[in-house]
């Protein structure tokens, strides 16, 4: 079966510094990944999604970026944090283009407090 | 202006009650999921309905995409403490077979016993 990691759980980091956040998948091959982030009263944003390794499409302009070394892992960058940058951010997996059904599967996130 | 629409934002209802949660669009849903995520964690997947007049259900969960694939309905029967949390919809609008998928904001559910 098909599992989905993210770490870290749990991020406290000050306005100015770096920022990477991971998220591996196990048990398939090739999957779309995705990263969103989800803040109170905006529901999810889809930030970056990749259909294979070092192909990275953004749907916000903003100060972050993605990278997808592996086929199954997925990073999420910053060179310098905002306050804003501070939400609720998912991993998502799902199969290729091609199947009938698109269901992503979501790993269980990171709560990143930017102060 | 936000492309799926859920209502009510948030619901409050008596242990053994039923409920209903709605997810309309303007556009045509290629495929409608329906999500549930416990605070602070990740989304669990429900069901998916592409057909319209789709009707699916799992336990005491029954979702249904119209004739019209415009909107969907997700009910609960005899609702439950367990059932509590945040119910999102998401659907492809962007044909079959595309990658991303829209999100509505999402609708609170408390049960209470």
């Known amino acids: 079966s098909q599992t989905i990691h993210q770490w870290p759980a749990t991020l406290v980091q000050p306005v100015g510094s770096p920022l990477s956040l991971e998220c591996t998948v196990e048990?398939?091959?090739?999957?779309?990944l995705y990263w969103y982030r989800q803040a109170a009263g905006r529901g999810l944003q889809l930030l970056f999604y990749?259909?294979?390794?070092?192909?990275i499409s953004s749907e916000v302009p903003q100060n972050l970026s993605a990278s997808r070394p592996q086929d199954r892992q997925f990073i999420l960058s910053s060179k310098k944090l905002l306050l804003s940058d501070s939400g609720f951010y998912l991993c998502?997996?799902?199969?290729?283009?091609?199947?009938?059904?698109?269901?992503?599967?979501f790993g269980p996130g990171t709560r990143l407090t930017v102060l | 202006s936000q492309e799926l629409e859920q209502s009510p934002q948030s619901l409050i209802v008596q242990e053994g009650k039923n409920l209903t949660i709605n997810c309309t669009s303007s556009?045509?849903?290629?495929?409608l999921y329906w999500y549930k995520q416990k605070y602070g964690e990740g989304l669990i997947f429900l069901m998916m309905?592409?057909?319209?007049?789709e009707e699916k259900s799992h336990e005491k969960i029954t979702a249904k995409l119209d004739e019209k694939k415009q909107q969907s309905s997700l009910h609960i029967t005899a609702s439950q403490p367990s059932h509590a949390g945040i119910y999102l919809c998401?659907?492809?609008?962007?044909?079959?077979?595309?990658?991303?998928?829209?999100f509505g904001k999402g609708t609170k559910l408390s049960v209470i016993p």
């Open positions: 998502a997996w799902s199969r290729l283009r091609g199947f009938e059904y698109n269901e992503q599967f």
């Open positions: 048990g398939t091959s090739n999957p779309n």
């Open positions: 990749s259909v294979g390794i070092g192909q």
């Open positions: 556009k045509t849903l290629y495929g």
């Open positions: 309905l592409q057909k319209g007049g």
């Open positions: 998401g659907a492809d609008m962007g044909g079959a077979g595309s990658y991303q998928l829209t």
